[in-house]
């Protein structure tokens, strides 16, 4: 079942595109980098390889924040 309760959900969204798929999810709003590296490492255990790209969006409102591997 899915929340319909707005005000507890998470503004920080994560992207991640692997190999064989797509994955968003949410980060909870006292999450560090440390955190999403730890979580993007274990996701690197049930998908092909380490992501090849990474979108951030804090907040909102705001812009997202985009890292990619070279080369991929």
Known sequence: MQSTYIAA???HQV???????ALSFNLSNGATFA???ERLSDMCEWHTGAPAAVSLKFGGDGPMIGAYQSGV
């Open 9 to 11: 959900m998470s503004d």
């Open 15 to 21: 992207s991640a595109l692997f190999a064989d798929r």
């Open 35 to 37: 955190d999403l590296a």
